[in-house]
Each structure stands twice: as C-alpha cells, then as structure tokens.
C-alpha cells in the first residue's frame, strides 16, 4: 500500500526557535497533503491543505505566518513552526494521496515539544 | 473543525466481546472512512463506505451507514488484546479530499 513518510518524529526545542516537519509520499505523487494538530486524548484538527504548486489554504484561526507550509514537489510537503512556543507543542501529523484513490494516507505524526 | 461525536468516549471490553462505535455526522457526505490511531502514532486507514452504501465488511470489522440519520457505527467482533487503540471516524463531504474527524472512542480490549 502507498506509504507516507513523516520526520522527525519527535523534537523538542526551545521556545523561539523553528521547527520544520516533511513529509513525504514514498512510492506515489501527491498533488494534495494535508496537516493536522491534535491534542493529547482529543481529535486531529485540520490545520491546512497543502497544494503542489501553488499557496496552501488555511483553515480559519491557523495563523499562515506562524505555521509556513511548502508543497514543492508531488512528492514532498514541509510544515514549519516559526518562533514556537510551549503553546505550540502538540502531535502533527499529516496526510496525502493520489488522484486515483479515495483513501488519505498519514504520516507516523510529529510529537513537538517546546521548552 | 469536528463534522460530530463518536460514542461511547470510552470502551472496555474483554477480550473475544464484540465492541460496537457510533459516529454521527452533521452534513451530507460523499463518503465516510473508520481510522485506527495507536498512542502517539499515526492513522491506519480501516475502511471506507460511500454515501449510497449501506453496509460493508472488512474482516473483522463491520460497517453500517444511516444517511437518514446521519450516523455510522463500526462493530469489531471477536475483538483482540491487539484492537487496543483510538477508532475515529471521518467524513468527505462536497469536492474536496479532506476528512473531517469525529471525537473518537478509545478501545480497550482487555486480555
């Protein structure tokens, strides 16, 4: 089945600092990732969708500027916590899938930790 | 945002009981999809069931979808120490791909 490569899987960083999360369809072309937030015991929060090519939309309260999403390639999406803070730690995890496939297929998730 | 609850929040069960989840769902969909979620980890897709279906079966999961009443369930029988997990559903709705999550059940299936 296709697979969906996620890295880091765990980091913990100082407040201030910027983390970047990849993620990576392994053996097909995403034209669509999505990434999500979820909080311990709760559910994922869809936090924007990310389109080869071209900007990323954003779901309403997720600040554009503070989580920087770059789809590049067909195969590679990247998130970005700019100036985290202990606010932003949480799981990240993302998703993606082919044209032909009704199935989204996720990431192993991002635990980020912010000191 | 959350298209609905799933329920119970929490199950326990012991092991070779069946356990039964419910999903509701607050808008039409295209089609609706049953996740598994181990701690910390990411999701494993389980199956997905179109908006004009009304049943389908996986092994051993089981799947109902109500359009009528805008609710799901996943039943897995003969449930293993191993099913020991979060089960989320999530809906598709309109043209886009992306799922909307409901609050998930944690499964415990004691040995």
């Known amino acids: 089945g296709a697979v969906v490569s996620q890295h880091p899987s765990r980091v913990i960083c100082k407040s201030g600092t910027s983390v970047k999360i990849e993620c990576r369809s392994l053996?097909?072309?995403?034209?669509?990732m999505f990434w999500y937030r979820q909080f311990p015991k709760q559910s994922l929060m869809l936090m924007a969708t990310?389109?080869?090519?071209?900007?990323?939309?954003?779901e309403q309260g997720v600040e554009k500027d503070k989580f920087l999403i770059n789809h590049a390639s067909l195969t590679l999406s990247t998130l970005t916590v700019t100036s985290a803070h202990p606010e932003d730690s949480s799981f990240y995890i993302c998703?993606?899938?082919?044209?032909?496939?009704?199935?989204?297929?996720f990431g192993s998730g991002t635990q980020l930790s912010v000191l | 945002s959350q298209q609905g609850e799933e329920d119970p929040q929490a199950l326990s069960i012991q092991e070779g009981e069946n356990a039964t989840m419910n999903c509701s769902y607050k808008?039409?969909?295209?089609?609706l999809q049953w996740y598994r979620q181990n701690s910390g980890r990411g999701l494993v897709h389980l199956i997905l069931?179109?908006?004009?279906?009304r049943e389908k079966h996986s092994g051993r999961l089981r799947v109902t979808l109500d359009t009528s009443k805008k609710s799901s369930s996943l039943l897995i029988t003969a449930s293993r120490a191993a099913d020991t997990a979060s089960y989320f559903c999530a809906t598709v709705s309109g043209s886009a791909r992306q799922l909307t999550f409901g609050s998930g059940t944690q499964l415990t299936v004691l040995p």
């Open positions: 053996d097909f072309q995403a034209t669509t």
């Open positions: 998703s993606a899938g082919d044209s032909r496939n009704e199935k989204l297929f």
């Open positions: 069931i179109r908006s004009n279906e």
């Open positions: 808008t039409s969909i295209n089609n």
């Open positions: 990310s389109n080869e090519g071209s900007k990323a939309t954003y």
